[in-house]
C-alpha cells in the first residue's frame, strides 16, 4: 500500500475512532500487521491520544473562542466598487475588444463592417452594389418580375428569357453616378 504520510496518519486516526468502513477497517489491520512503519505510526498515534487524555481541560473565554473562530474563518475580501467594475470591464471588454477586431481585419466576412467602410470610402462603394442590390432600387424591378412570375403556369426558362431585365440591361440600370461599373 503505497500512501503518503500525512494521508497514512488521516487514516490511521479514523481507524481509531472506528468510522471506517469494514473492508477498509480490515485493509488498515492487514497493513498494521505487515508493514512496521504503519505499526510505529499506529504506536505513535495512540500514545499521543493517551498523553492528551491525561491534560487538564483548561477552559477559555467566549472571546478567545470567538476570536479563533474569526482567525479560522480566514479574512473577508473587500473588494472596491472600482475594482470590481474593473473586473468586469476586463472580463467583458476582452472578448468585446476581440470581436471588433477581427470584424476590422476581415470586413468582408461582416456586412454592417464592409458596408461601413465603404461608405466613407466613396471610391469602393461601387463594389459592393452586387452583393446589396435592393439597396440601389432593385427591389422594385424584383417585385414586379416576381409578380410576372407567379402569373406564369409553365415556367420552364429563366428570368432573363421571361421577358425581364437582361443581364446587361440590370447592370446599366444600377450603375453608379461616377460612372464605375461593378466588376463581374
Given at each position: 500500500?503505497?500512501?503518503?504520510?500525512?494521508?497514512?496518519?488521516?487514516?490511521l486516526?479514523?481507524?481509531?475512532?472506528?468510522?471506517?468502513?469494514?473492508?477498509?477497517?480490515?485493509?488498515?489491520?492487514?497493513?498494521?500487521?505487515?508493514?512496521?512503519?504503519?505499526?510505529?505510526?499506529?504506536?505513535?498515534?495512540?500514545?499521543?491520544?493517551?498523553?492528551?487524555?491525561?491534560?487538564?481541560?483548561?477552559?477559555?473565554?467566549?472571546?478567545?473562542?470567538?476570536r479563533?473562530?474569526?482567525?479560522?474563518?480566514?479574512?473577508?475580501?473587500?473588494?472596491?466598487?472600482?475594482?470590481?467594475?474593473?473586473?468586469?470591464?476586463?472580463?467583458?471588454?476582452?472578448?468585446?475588444?476581440?470581436?471588433?477586431?477581427?470584424?476590422?481585419?476581415?470586413?468582408k466576412?461582416?456586412?454592417?463592417?464592409?458596408?461601413?467602410?465603404?461608405?466613407?470610402?466613396?471610391?469602393?462603394?461601387?463594389?459592393?452594389?452586387?452583393?446589396?442590390?435592393?439597396?440601389?432600387?432593385?427591389?422594385?424591378?424584383?417585385?414586379?418580375?416576381?409578380?410576372?412570375?407567379?402569373?406564369?403556369?409553365?415556367?420552364?426558362?429563366?428570368?432573363?428569357?421571361?421577358?425581364?431585365?437582361?443581364?446587361?440591361?440590370?447592370?446599366?440600370?444600377?450603375?453608379?453616378?461616377?460612372?464605375?461599373?461593378?466588376?463581374?
Amino acid at each position: 500500500m503505497a500512501i503518503s504520510k500525512f494521508f497514512c496518519q488521516n487514516l490511521l486516526s479514523d481507524y481509531v475512532e472506528k468510522l471506517l468502513p469494514a473492508a477498509r477497517q480490515s485493509e488498515v489491520k492487514q497493513c498494521l500487521e505487515q508493514y512496521p512503519e504503519c505499526r510505529e505510526m499506529y504506536q505513535d498515534l495512540v500514545s499521543t491520544l493517551r498523553l492528551l487524555e491525561g491534560l487538564p481541560v483548561r477552559d477559555i473565554s467566549n472571546d478567545v473562542a470567538v476570536r479563533i473562530m474569526e482567525a479560522s474563518e480566514g479574512a473577508r475580501s473587500r473588494k472596491s466598487w472600482s475594482a470590481r467594475a474593473a473586473q468586469v470591464a476586463v472580463f467583458a471588454g476582452v472578448p468585446l475588444a476581440v470581436l471588433i477586431g477581427v470584424s476590422f481585419l476581415y470586413p468582408k466576412s461582416v456586412p454592417v463592417v464592409s458596408r461601413m467602410l465603404a461608405s466613407a470610402n466613396s471610391g469602393e462603394s461601387g463594389n459592393f452594389l452586387r452583393y446589396y442590390p435592393l439597396y440601389h432600387g432593385a427591389a422594385d424591378i424584383l417585385d414586379a418580375q416576381g409578380a410576372v412570375i407567379e402569373q406564369a403556369e409553365n415556367f420552364s426558362g429563366s428570368v432573363w428569357e421571361e421577358g425581364g431585365l437582361s443581364a446587361e440591361e440590370f447592370e446599366r440600370t444600377f450603375q453608379l453616378q461616377g460612372g464605375n461599373v461593378p466588376e463581374k
